[in-house]
């Protein structure tokens, strides 16, 4: 009984000490390494470095490897996401199922930009926060023989990636701009990838929209037609470049700088560095690299100073979406917010930021 008795006093005694001792760090935190007693010998390893906080990671829609989309790959490739805490998950979709992914607070982050406008022009809680280029980088084709002007396009379809995209904004911009009615043209969806080149070989479509890289291998693999409008040339829009919610920046501002600094250090680099640019839009595209060199001649001078757009463009977007979509349309700060882009790009350049090979 006695020895009982002492064993129990001694485990009081134990938990009593551990009670009164330094708190156990909670579940997930690194506890402080306790200070050496005066006087003690230093150790003679060095101590362990201590591990990086794992990175954030985020699902990004892409609707294309194109050039255009390059600042946000050079970003994943040259280390500037993971610097920032971030991780990028690549989906490959289009604006069509991007957008509806972003308003369910499903994903963060949406590429693209363009089709998020339509979004909020109904009513979505988003914002376009950057604009890598304001040129489509499209031109409009045909391989129907009757057709030989833009006019001769009223009453026949258009192909395009999805319906309310970039593309089919473009094309009607380029149809008002040249007085026809945009709505007597029939636009018809047929997803991301190579559906709209091989519609126009068999003559399933008569005319589709297409990209730059698109074209080059239209013309190398011998596929007649023409082009009826240089869109990159003759359309000042909102092209490419980054949505978010409201949510995410009311609530995570420091996601949102973060991402776009990484985003305008591979905006940077793409612009200091074409050849090492390219291959890395080729390395994630696996198309010619021919095709590539073309696809980035074509982005370079679409890409405003700052990655935002003048007000005006916004306007007369905003318009034509609107009509697209059968809303009023609604003062441009409820679509746009590069007030964060802006203050961050100043900050990497005010830095003497520079990319490096």
């Given at each position: 009984m006695r020895a009982l008795s002492s064993a129990l006093i001694g485990l009081i005694v134990a938990l009593w000490a551990a009670a009164c001792g330094p708190a156990a760090a909670p579940a997930g935190e690194r506890a402080a390494p306790a200070p050496a007693a005066s006087g003690a010998a230093a150790p003679t390893a060095a101590p362990a470095a201590r591990p990086s906080a794992p990175l954030e990671k985020l699902q990004v829609p892409f609707a294309s490897m194109s050039a255009v989309y390059t600042p946000f790959l050079i970003a994943m490739d040259k280390g500037y996401f993971a610097e920032d805490g971030l991780e990028i998950e690549m989906m490959h979709v289009g604006g069509g199922v991007a957008t509806p992914a972003l308003i369910s607070g499903e994903i963060q982050y949406s590429t693209s930009a363009a089709t998020s406008v339509s979004a909020i022009l109904k009513g979505a809680p988003l914002k376009v926060i950057y604009t890598n280029a304001d040129r489509a980088g499209y031109d409009l084709w045909t391989s129907a023989p009757d057709i030989?002007?833009?006019?001769?396009?009223?009453?026949?379809?258009?192909?395009?990636?999805?319906?309310?995209?970039?593309?089919?904004?473009?094309?009607?911009?380029?149809?008002?701009?040249?007085?026809?009615?945009?709505?007597?043209v029939n636009y018809v969806a047929m997803g991301v990838?190579?559906?709209?080149?091989?519609?126009?070989?068999?003559?399933?479509?008569?005319?589709?929209?297409?990209?730059?890289?698109?074209?080059?291998?239209?013309?190398?693999?011998?596929?007649?037609?023409?082009?009826?409008?240089?869109?990159?040339?003759?359309?000042?829009?909102?092209?490419?470049?980054?949505?978010?919610?409201?949510?995410?920046?009311?609530?995570?501002?420091?996601?949102?700088?973060?991402?776009?600094r990484a985003t305008i250090k591979g905006r940077e680099y793409y612009k200091a560095f074409r050849e090492e640019s390219i291959d890395i839009l080729t390395k994630f595209n696996d198309r010619p690299r021919e095709a590539n060199v073309v696809d980035y001649d074509d982005v370079l001078p679409a890409m405003p100073a700052d990655a935002s757009m003048p007000v005006e463009v916004q306007q007369r977007d905003t318009l034509l979406r609107a009509e697209v979509n059968g809303v009023a349309p609604v003062p441009v700060e409820q679509i746009y917010d590069y007030g964060p882009v802006r203050e961050v790009y100043r900050e990497v350049l005010a830095s003497g930021w520079k990319p490096a090979r």
């Open positions: 030989y002007t833009l006019r001769d396009l009223v009453g026949k379809s258009v192909g395009v990636q999805s319906r309310g995209d970039t593309m089919e904004i473009a094309a009607r911009m380029v149809l008002q701009q040249n007085g026809i009615d945009h709505n007597a990838g190579s559906q709209r080149l091989v519609a126009l070989q068999n003559g399933t479509i008569p005319a589709a929209v297409l990209g730059t890289s698109d074209t080059v291998e239209m013309q190398e693999a011998g596929i007649s037609g023409r082009i009826l409008a240089n869109l990159r040339k003759e359309v000042q829009m909102l092209y490419t470049g980054l949505a978010t919610s409201d949510q995410e920046l009311r609530e995570r501002p420091d996601r949102v700088r973060r991402f776009l």
